[in-house]
Each structure stands twice: as structure tokens, then as C-alpha cells.
């Protein structure tokens, strides 16, 4: 176990502001797309976009993560143009009703993440860690962007189906040894690692890799949990994502005794009293 006190304190230049983690952050999400496994559908006017936005924002959300096309369990990929396409419909209004709120664009597509990020979007959040498209880690590298690496076994219509590891914390740690000397290598240095919580994984493994997820700190990165409302959660408790909020608080409560340093969340409200809680219990 790593204590508050040990933990490293990052900090990274975001548009020439010094964002530092020396407190847990949280990261609401905000799904553009139809068929998210939890919010799909919810917010798809603009409308809606900018109300949810606002209400994450009041909440205390630290950054808000952009996707324009599902990565849930079984989905298919979409062609990069519809991707596209939902993107810059709800992109311009978000960034000019909300000018100095910090966002990340949830891709594995360079184009689709270079177009965010000329539009002003901060940070890249890739659940491939940049082997699905050669040209991601040149575009990060360009615009100097922070950039979230993921672990995935498969791709989201296969990743689910037997996933299977010799030891999971070992191949995770290996794999993520492996990408950092590959972005490194294209001279990016801001770099957060996320062990991709039910993406290729079955709930043992979800588990497993929650209960020694302060292991990853070896590797000299800031870690991101992404365990909001997911099946290792619903499945474990008999009920869906739906009911499944007081186990995710739960679960971000010892997340963050473990090591992490930004919680992505559906529920900004609950996730921030977590931190708040966790900081007094680390402080006590």
C-alpha cells in the first residue's frame, strides 16, 4: 500500500496552465454517442450536452472525457467519419460555453483526436495505448498533449469473450513497460496509465488488478480508474449499472488507497465526496 505522503506529484503543462495532481482529480464523462453502455442516448443535443457538462462542472468535476463512439463490451467499430461527424457537431459549443474547463477526447483514431485537439481539447484518452493507429503517438507528440494509455486485450466487439492471462498483473505491467519505451521513444512524456477495468478482463482479473493496482506505480506514471458503474460491479452485485452507483463508491474509495490519482466517473457528486473522504482518512 502507497500512501497520500508517498505518492508522486505530478503535474502537467495544459495550455500553459500547471495542472498537478497532488490531489485525487475527478474525470466526468460525457458520451456523445447512442449506445454507451450506461449513458447511451441520454445526451444527444446540444441541449443536453451543455446542461450535463454544467451540472459535472458544478459538481466539482476536475476535467470532462469527450467520446463520439462506444467502446462497451461487443460494439462495433464505426467508420472515423461518423466519429467525426458527432464530434464537431457538439465540440465548438462545448468549448466556447465552457472556455476554461480542462477536456480530454476519448479515441484511438489520430485524426479524430487531432481535430479535438486543434479545437482546444487538452488531453488524448486512448484505450489502445496507440497500437491501433500508428499515427496517434506523432499527434500527441505535436501538440505536446497529455495522454492517457490504456490496457486492452482484443478490440471492444472480442475483448470480452474468454479473456484469458497468465498472470494479469504481470502481463498488464509488462505491456504497459513495453508502451512506455514506445512513447518515450516519440518524445512524449506526459503519460497516465489506466489498466482498462473491465476491457479484457473477466471480474476475477477486474478485481485482482483493483486489489494490487498500486503495483503500477512502479512505473512511474500517474494512474487513471475507470470503473464507474461497470459489470465487474452490476454482475458481482446481481443487479445492473443502473443500481450500481453505491458500488462504484465503494470501489473508488479503495482505488484510490491503492494508488490512483483521477477517478472517471458518471457521478461527479458521489466520486468528489470519495476524495474528500479518502483525504481525510490519509490525513488522520
Known amino acids: 500500500?502507497?500512501?497520500?505522503?508517498?505518492?508522486?506529484?505530478?503535474?502537467?503543462?495544459?495550455?500553459?496552465?500547471?495542472?498537478?495532481?497532488?490531489?485525487?482529480?475527478?474525470?466526468?464523462?460525457?458520451?456523445?454517442?447512442?449506445?454507451?453502455?450506461?449513458?447511451?442516448?441520454?445526451?444527444?443535443?446540444?441541449?443536453?450536452?451543455?446542461?450535463?457538462?454544467?451540472?459535472?462542472?458544478?459538481?466539482?468535476?476536475?476535467?470532462?472525457?469527450?467520446?463520439?463512439?462506444?467502446?462497451?463490451?461487443?460494439?462495433?467499430?464505426?467508420?472515423?467519419?461518423?466519429?467525426?461527424?458527432?464530434?464537431?457537431?457538439?465540440?465548438?459549443?462545448?468549448?466556447?460555453?465552457?472556455?476554461?474547463?480542462?477536456?480530454?477526447?476519448?479515441?484511438?483514431?489520430?485524426?479524430?483526436?487531432?481535430?479535438?485537439?486543434?479545437q482546444g481539447v487538452a488531453i488524448i484518452n486512448d484505450i489502445t495505448a496507440g497500437t491501433k493507429d500508428e499515427e496517434m503517438l506523432k499527434v500527441a507528440k505535436s501538440f505536446s498533449a497529455p495522454y492517457i494509455a490504456m490496457h486492452m486485450q482484443g478490440s471492444p466487439d472480442t475483448m470480452q469473450h474468454k479473456p484469458e492471462y497468465q498472470n494479469v498483473i504481470t502481463d498488464v505491467f509488462q505491456y504497459f513497460g513495453q508502451r512506455l519505451i514506445q512513447m518515450k521513444n516519440q518524445g512524449i512524456s506526459d503519460i497516465i496509465l489506466d489498466v482498462g477495468f473491465g476491457f479484457g478482463k473477466s471480474i476475477r482479473d477486474n478485481f485482482t488488478l483493483l486489489k494490487h493496482l498500486s503495483t503500477f506505480q512502479e512505473l512511474d506514471c500517474p494512474l487513471l480508474v475507470g470503473i464507474s458503474r461497470k459489470s465487474m460491479i452490476y454482475k458481482s452485485l446481481d443487479t445492473d449499472p443502473e443500481n450500481a452507483l453505491n458500488g462504484t463508491t465503494a470501489l473508488h474509495f479503495e482505488a484510490l488507497r491503492n494508488g490512483a490519482q483521477i477517478l472517471r466517473v458518471h457521478d461527479v457528486k458521489e466520486a468528489k465526496e470519495v476524495v474528500r473522504l479518502y483525504l481525510e482518512y490519509e490525513n488522520a
Open 1 to 118: 500500500m502507497i500512501s497520500a505522503s508517498r505518492k508522486k506529484n505530478y503535474s502537467f503543462n495544459i495550455h500553459g496552465r500547471l495542472w498537478n495532481l497532488d490531489q485525487p482529480k475527478v474525470m466526468g464523462i460525457l458520451n456523445l454517442t447512442p449506445d454507451s453502455f450506461y449513458d447511451g442516448g441520454k445526451f444527444i443535443t446540444t441541449k443536453d450536452l451543455l446542461f450535463q457538462t454544467e451540472k459535472m462542472l458544478d459538481e466539482g468535476a476536475d476535467l470532462i472525457d469527450l467520446g463520439a463512439m462506444s467502446s462497451r463490451p461487443y460494439s462495433k467499430e464505426m467508420p472515423v467519419e461518423d466519429e467525426l461527424k458527432r464530434l464537431q457537431t457538439a465540440l465548438p459549443d462545448l468549448l466556447k460555453n465552457f472556455p476554461s474547463t480542462i477536456f480530454s477526447i476519448d479515441t484511438y483514431r489520430s485524426q479524430v483526436a487531432k481535430y479535438a485537439l486543434n
